[in-house]
């Protein structure tokens, strides 16, 4: 059994930065960042594979860094010149056979809020 554990979501002004981690117990094939907004369905952010290999959702590209680290078991999300659309509540998730598959482990979620 994986267990995720995010931290470092909070409230920013827009244009502000902040940075998720997420401490995981075991690794898995593919981990990844997903976030839902109210009245909104849960959407993938960004993924990292096991191999490096980085994905991130268009709205995202070029602010937002996923990064990995296996010696301290952290996966993090950088978060740059964020906007309200950006609100949600941010998960960390690991994926077991594939970036594209549904995640099997899921942490509780840390919220991020970015006001106009």
């Known amino acids: 059994q994986v267990q995720l554990v995010e931290s470092g979501g909070g409230s920013v002004q827009t244009g502000g930065s902040l940075r998720l981690s997420c401490a995981y117990t075991?690794?898995?094939?593919?981990m990844g960042w997903f976030r839902q907004a109210p009245g909104k369905e849960r959407e993938a952010v960004a993924h990292?594979?096991?191999?490096?290999?980085?994905t991130y959702t268009d709205s995202v590209k070029g602010r937002f860094t996923i990064s990995k680290d296996n010696a301290k078991k952290t996966l993090a999300l950088q978060m740059r010149s964020l906007k309200p659309e950006d609100t949600a509540m941010y998960y960390c998730?690991?994926?077991?056979?594939?970036?594209?598959?549904?995640?099997?482990?899921w942490g509780q979620g840390t919220q991020v809020t970015v006001s106009s």
């Open positions: 990292i594979d096991r191999f490096g290999r980085h």
């Open positions: 998730a690991g994926m077991t056979d594939g970036c594209t598959q549904t995640p099997r482990y």
């Open positions: 075991s690794s898995t094939y593919c």
